[in-house]
């Protein structure tokens, strides 16, 4: 919907019921006073007129989906306009026979008010309605969109921790190439502290037999 359109609608309706109301009252004036009343109703039509030419303009512009279902408001605002129009014309050109005016007022014209009355209550109704269609659908595409980014924040702290773990294990990975480096040299140096033992073991083994030697020979000789 457009918000537009929706603002000439609700100010249509309001000056189409307010002049419904003066026409009612102005049939029953005289002189003077109806004329001013006539001048007044006059003004309001053609506010109402200018605001059916904006909408029709405003509609007409949109997309064809939406700008079908509010041409077709506008035609029942367009005979709405026409009924008003109808009522001035007879507030407006007297009737010299005063009980044809009373039978008009009492039958034709109040069958007349009562529908367009009825007419404009519908049309309230409706675009009332659409109002709140359009508060949901605004509501709901709020929504659609905070959801829209509560998924992409909880996506980008995923890869943040996909990131994270990723790199705990490259350096995990690169603690144990290191352990295993580690233990390969511990291993390595072991193996030498046991050859070096075995080595120090004969050495010392052969110097006490050469002691041992060297004492036969003295106390033998």
């Known amino acids: 919907m457009s918000e537009v359109f929706d603002g000439y609608e609700r100010q249509y309706c309001e000056i189409s019921a307010t002049l419904s109301r003066k026409c009612t009252s102005a049939l029953q004036l005289d002189g003077e006073i109806k004329k001013q009343k006539a001048s007044e109703i006059k003004s309001g039509i053609d506010d109402a007129e200018n605001l059916i030419r ?65 007419q404009r209550g519908r049309l309230l109704v409706s675009t009332e309605r659409l109002n709140h269609s359009t508060d949901r659908v605004k509501e709901s595409r709020r929504t659609m969109l905070e959801t829209e980014e509560l998924g992409v924040s909880i996506l980008q702290d995923l890869h943040q921790q996909r990131q994270s773990l990723l790199h705990a294990h490259g350096t995990l990975h690169g603690v144990d190439d290191n352990i295993g480096k580690s233990r390969k040299i511990l291993t390595s140096m ?16 052969a110097l006490v037999f050469a002691i041992l030697i060297i004492l036969y020979f003295k106390l033998v000789h």
């Open 54 to 118: 904006k909408m029709d303009l405003e509609a007409r512009s949109l997309q064809p989906s939406i700008k079908a279902g509010l041409l077709a408001k506008l035609r029942e605002y367009k005979s709405d306009l026409n009924n008003l129009k109808s009522e001035l014309k007879r507030i407006t050109n007297p009737n010299p026979n005063q009980a044809a005016r009373e039978e008009l007022l009492e039958s034709g014209m109040a069958d007349t008010l009562a529908a367009s009355a009825d």
């Open 190 to 205: 072991s193996r030498r502290m046991d050859r070096n033992k075995w080595i120090i073991g004969g050495i010392i083994a």
